[in-house]
């Protein structure tokens, strides 16, 4: 029995329990992992997974050469043309989800799509920057931490994914000009959030001549590390900074440890 309050030298009690789960007439041993599908054909840089419109999920995963769909309990090979892709070692795919389409970004590679009712492969969408991250803003793609200019946001026309003209239909783009790299984007209904290594910027609809106004959210607060920031919520993410890991946005951060 885990009897812990007598004395450790009882043989009938024992003071530690590790790997065990109480069952009706004792203790019995911790549930063990199953393989649930076939290995990818080499390490994973990322994975997600999608509902189609008929309310179907299925899984999504990418290595550094390639993009595959979980079929049954195999992975089938749903690369575009520009495939072999050239994902770097500390790099991952971005997806991200607008309308039909599955976006998904890798650092030195097109942004590919997928149109998630259709199946098929992926593609490169027409037009679109090469960018490290990909998120939606309200009606609007926008690609974060460009091939050429890691300071640099760009976005699409309204509810074009493909429309990249600058100046026309919405689309459009800003060099930040200072909190160095942009580290991460992520979507919200009316704009965006927008780290980079040493500032937080949000992305917020405007309606008049500019579509979007970038306000600085937090000067000099940022995540040195793209791989640790995890939304929680709107406005409420957990994060890397130089001096350890926070939690909120903008002036609302607040260190845990």
Not at 137 to 156: E, M, Q, R, S, T
Request: glycine residues 10%.
């Amino acid at each position: 029995a885990f009897e812990p309050d007598k004395a450790s030298f009882n043989p009938t009690a024992s003071a530690l329990s590790v790997n065990a789960l109480p069952v009706a007439d004792g203790w019995g041993p911790m549930p063990s992992l199953i393989d649930f599908s076939a290995a990818l054909a080499s390490a994973c840089f990322g994975a997600v997974y999608v509902r189609d419109s008929d309310g179907a999920f299925f899984l999504v995963a990418g290595t550094q050469t390639n993009l595959y769909r979980l079929t049954g309990t195999a992975w089938t090979l749903i690369s575009g043309p520009a495939a072999p892709y050239s994902v770097p070692d500390i790099d991952r795919w971005n997806f991200t989800r607008y309308g039909t389409r599955l976006l998904a970004a890798a650092h030195g590679d097109p942004i590919q799509f997928l149109d998630v009712d259709a199946g098929g492969n992926f593609a490169s969408l027409p037009n679109a920057p090469e960018a490290k991250y990909v998120a939606v803003a309200g009606d609007f793609v926008v690609a974060g931490h460009l091939i050429n200019d890691p300071y640099k946001l760009k976005w699409a026309g309204l509810n074009n994914s493909e429309f990249w003209t600058v100046g026309e239909r919405g689309a459009d783009e800003q060099l930040l000009p200072d909190g160095d790299e942009i580290t991460g984007v992520f979507g919200a209904p009316k704009g965006a959030y927008v780290f980079q290594r040493n500032a937080m910027r949000e992305m917020v609809l405007s309606g008049d001549k500019y579509t979007f106004h970038i306000n600085v959210a937090h000067p000099t607060r940022g995540s040195l590390a793209p791989l640790s920031i995890v939304q929680v919520g709107p406005g409420d993410f957990v994060f890397l900074c130089q001096d350890g890991f926070f939690r909120g946005w903008g002036a609302n951060v607040t260190p845990i440890g």
